[in-house]
């Protein structure tokens, strides 16, 4: 499946991936290939994207944004971090 990552005025990722750990304000969600169509907002936390051409997943911090799962492509929009707030 393949994944994007996107902030407002750049691409964090783009590639391949075999599974998805968010932070849904739900909860926390696993998103695995053949995953049924979700759209979704996102908490304070981090993304884990575990990669098909590495053993170790690539973590993002996410301040909030949205996902959305189709047709094995996800595609996740990111709130940018204000420099001057201290989290």
Known sequence: MNAK??????????????????????GEMCILQNHASIITSLKKGSIKIFRTTSARPLTIAVFGGICSFHKNSAVFILEQRNPCLND
Do not use: H, R
């Open 5 to 26: 990552v996107l902030e407002l005025e750049k691409k964090l990722f783009d590639g391949e991936v075999s599974k998805i750990v968010l932070p849904a304000t739900e």
